[in-house]
T-cell receptor, first 115, second 112 residues
Framework: AQSVTQLGSHVSVSEGALVLLRCNYS??????LFWYVQYPNQGLQLLLK??????LVKGINGFEAEFKKSETSFHLTKPSAHMSDAAEYFC?????????????FGQGTTLQVKP | DSGVTQTPKHLITATGQRVTLRCSPR?????VYWYQQSLDQGLQFLIQ???????AKGNILERFSAQQFPDLHSELNLSSLELGDSALYFC???????????FGSGTRLTVV
């Protein structure tokens, strides 16, 4: 069965500092991996995704993530945090060869950005 | 605006009642997914429909049911409501399965 673990339910960084949100997955087959962001009182917005090909994936708002099969990880990074990055971030996995689009989500990480 | 429309945005109802949540997918998207988001359970997959047919089922209670209509909009029916059903219910849609999807802004259900 697939699962996702996000390390750290809350992460706090200073404005301008590096953002690192950790995600580890469990999947018996090559996974498709996703990061979503949720701002207060809004739905989830896709930040980036890895399906096949290049393991370093660039997304919106300056975020990127690297798929590391040997570490079963898909950590999200951004070189310099901005106040507007404060939100909840979700990592998700899909069974790449499945005939459904069902996503399994991690528990989420709340990012706080301090001025 | 993501293109996925959910109505109503807020719903307050009493225990034991029945409600219907509606979702209109993005134009051209054939798949609709329903998720429940609560503080203790996180984001839980409920059910998926593809072009009118049930495709996958998750942790959906027997008191809950869903369907997708010929015009591709979907409805999630919640009956015999309990306090613990209070949550955000999200609908999402996609063109291609397995490639991620677009979420609506959700329906916040409060059961009192």
């Amino acid at each position: 069965a697939q699962s996702v673990t996000q390390l750290g339910s809350h992460v706090s960084v200073s404005e301008g500092a590096l953002v690192l949100l950790r995600c580890n997955y469990s999947s018996s087959v090559p996974p498709y991996l996703f990061w979503y962001v949720q701002y207060p009182n809004q739905g989830l917005q896709l930040l980036l995704k890895y399906t096949t090909g290049a393991t370093l994936v660039k997304g919106i708002n300056g975020f990127e993530a690297e798929f590391k099969k040997s570490e079963t990880s898909f950590h999200l990074t951004k070189p310099s945090a901005h106040m507007s990055d404060a939100a909840e971030y979700f990592c998700a996995v899909n069974h790449g060869s499945s005939n459904t689009g069902k996503l399994i989500f991690g528990q989420g990480t709340t990012l706080q950005v301090k001025p | 605006d993501s293109g996925v429309t959910q109505t109503p945005k807020h719903l307050i109802t009493a225990t034991g009642q029945r409600v219907t949540l509606r979702c209109s997918p993005r134009s051209g998207d054939l798949s609709v997914y329903w998720y429940q988001q609560s503080l203790d359970q996180g984001l839980q997959f409920l059910i998926q429909y593809y072009n009118g047919e049930e495709r996958a089922k998750g942790n959906i209670l027997e008191r809950f049911s869903a369907q997708q209509f010929p015009d591709l909009h979907s409805e999630l029916n919640l009956s015999s409501l309990e306090l613990g059903d209070s949550a955000l219910y999200f609908c999402a849609s996609s063109v291609v399965e397995g490639n991620g999807y677009t979420f609506g802004s959700g329906t916040r259900l409060t059961v009192v």
